[in-house]
């Protein structure tokens, strides 16, 4: 199965996900969901990505200094980011839940 096309559907979930338990820059986030499992994931599609939700002021954003290169602009999720990541979340455990009953796998409690 051809994985990228199911992660285009859930990469603002992922990418809230990770922002949500740290403040983070593009590539660190891109580093961190190839850490969680999702090897396929595009350096531009998380950096689009990026871009989107803080348009649609589910992110804030911060410049923080380097010293060893250009300044890197940090990532926070805020209020209505959470709301869409919990909203999200509720979505795709209830998809997931489906896909695995069609399958004839366990279906969560």
């Known amino acids: 199965m051809d ?9 603002d979930l992922a990418v809230l996900a990770v922002l949500d338990r740290e403040d983070s820059y593009g590539y660190d ?3 961190r969901l190839r850490e969680s499992g999702l090897d396929d994931v595009g350096d531009a599609s998380v950096y689009g990505t990026l871009r989107r939700l803080f348009k649609a002021g589910a992110l804030t954003s911060y410049v923080v200094p380097s010293d060893e ?8 999720i805020n209020d209505r980011g959470r709301s869409v990541l919990e909203d999200s979340t509720k979505t795709w455990r209830t998809f ?14």
């Not at 997931?96 to 009953?101: F, L, P, Q, W």
């Open 3 to 11: 994985t990228t096309q199911l992660l285009k559907g859930v990469l």
């Open 69 to 76: 290169g250009p300044h890197r602009k940090y990532y926070a």
């Open 96 to 109: 997931a839940d489906t896909v695995d009953r069609l399958l004839g796998g366990p279906v969560a409690a």
């Open 29 to 31: 986030v891109v580093r």
